[in-house]
């Protein structure tokens, strides 16, 4: 909804009241990375490692903040540990294709879209997390196909494409636009932290 203040104090409440609670941890620093403070999003994320070494999802997280800094080595990482402890979940297969794509490892961001896409054939995976390591293959076109596609799904991760930073390359394409216009969350993205 583009209240980003008011997400922070609630993400630090929350923190706060439950201190010992990895998801608490992880939830706050995913609300931190998608509010561009890459800082508190590294913090949480590695409480909620701290308090859980073997969750999959903070390391998520941290692939995400690292990715968006440009730290791509120590991306790759988090995400290829996420992507182990997570037992290949296809958000966690998104993350490491993005990032592999991203570092220029095109061969082995390539194997993780083939096997997105293999297993869309015998169960749902949402596109998104095609449409991600699309993006961090340059191949704009197809990830804005798969983008609008998850939007017709009704893919609820798809909100976060107003404020995510992978997905600052596609912010001046029309069609990204007309997508975000569509999600009622224009005014969103343009208010983003950064």
Not at 5 to 18: K, P, S, T, Y
């Amino acid at each position: 909804l583009g209240r980003f203040d008011e997400g922070r104090q609630a993400a630090l409440q929350a923190v706060a009241l439950e201190s010992d609670s990895a998801v608490i941890a992880y939830l706050a620093g995913g609300a931190s990375y998608w509010m561009g403070d890459y800082a508190s999003a590294e913090r949480f994320s590695d409480q909620a490692l701290e308090l859980e070494c073997e969750a999959a999802f903070p390391l998520w997280i941290r692939a995400l903040h690292l990715m968006a800094r440009g730290r791509l080595d120590e991306a790759i990482v988090a995400a290829e540990r996420g992507v182990l402890v997570g037992e290949r979940q296809p958000l966690l297969l998104g993350v490491l294709g993005a990032v592999y794509g991203l570092a220029r490892r095109t061969t082995a961001a390539e194997a993780i879209l083939s096997e997105l896409t293999a297993r869309a054939a015998q169960e749902y995976i949402a596109p998104l997390w095609m449409a991600d390591v699309c993006v961090g293959l340059g191949r704009t076109q197809e990830a804005l196909d798969l983008l609008d596609e998850a939007h017709d799904h009704g893919n609820a991760f798809i909100h976060r494409a107003s404020v995510a930073a992978e997905y600052d390359s596609l912010r001046d394409e029309p069609r990204f636009r007309a997508l975000l216009a569509r999600m009622g969350l224009s005014d969103v993205a343009r208010t983003r932290p950064r």
